[in-house]
């Protein structure tokens, strides 16, 4: 069984999603063992709390460099004896020290297809206003793995979503989300704990 933390920032709809897909069975292998919340005030804390699983709150405003904020972080992980770090709507920056450990053994997902509209800023629903001012005619949703920039790890995962001709970004990021992304991460996070997730360089192959 795959030791999972589940870090989280907000709403926690993602963490509700995962939580959904092993209780049911459709995730096995994988059990999530901690919720780390980056502030107090994120309903994720409650979704976790409502299903029995331990939460911790982390915020980086609470230590004076990044290395210590990255300590801290590895040692709740260690202590939970985590395997796999999965971002649900996170939005702190975790440091080289916190990525080194868990090279290759850390999920995000992101609201659009990479490498468009992503990078620094882009979150919340800024990925969906860029899309729409664009003009593109599909978005979508990319499970990665995390490296040391934004957004430009390995891709795992990428789902499109068309996009409509009445779309604001707040209906167009509702529709990424539950046509993407609440289905992406899990999958992901499935065949991480299946073991078929094989990293070369920047290709992800997925074993049969
Ligand atoms: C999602 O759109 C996710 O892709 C982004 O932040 C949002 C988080 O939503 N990074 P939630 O907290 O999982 O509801």
């Known amino acids: 069984m795959v030791n999972i933390a589940v870090l989280v920032s907000g709403g926690g709809t993602n963490l509700q999603a995962l939580m959904d897909k092993i209780q049911n069975g459709t995730v096995t292998n994988g059990k999530i063992a901690v919720v780390i919340a980056s502030n107090d005030k994120a309903y994720a804390i409650q979704r976790a709390k409502d299903n029995n699983i331990p939460c911790k709150v982390i915020s980086r ?63 919340g629903i800024v990925p969906h206003q860029k899309a729409l001012e664009y003009g593109v005619k599909i978005t979508g949703a990319t499970v990665h793995f995390i490296d040391f920039e934004y957004d430009s790890g390995p891709i795992v995962l990428q789902k499109s979503v068309e996009v409509k001709e009445d779309d604001t970004p707040e209906t167009l990021q509702k529709r990424v989300m539950e046509q993407a992304e609440w289905e992406i991460l899990p999958t992901a996070v499935k065949l991480f704990c299946e073991g078929k997730l094989k990293v070369a360089g920047r290709k992800v192959s997925i074993l049969p």
């Open 61 to 123: 405003k609470s230590f004076g460099s990044s290395e210590e904020f990255d300590q801290a972080m590895v040692e709740v992980c260690q202590s939970y004896h985590i395997q796999l770090v999965v971002l649900a709507g996170y939005l702190s920056m975790l440091g080289k020290q916190f990525v080194s450990a868990y090279e290759n053994r850390i999920l995000n997902i992101h609201p659009s297809l990479i490498p468009s509209f992503c990078g620094k800023g882009y979150y």
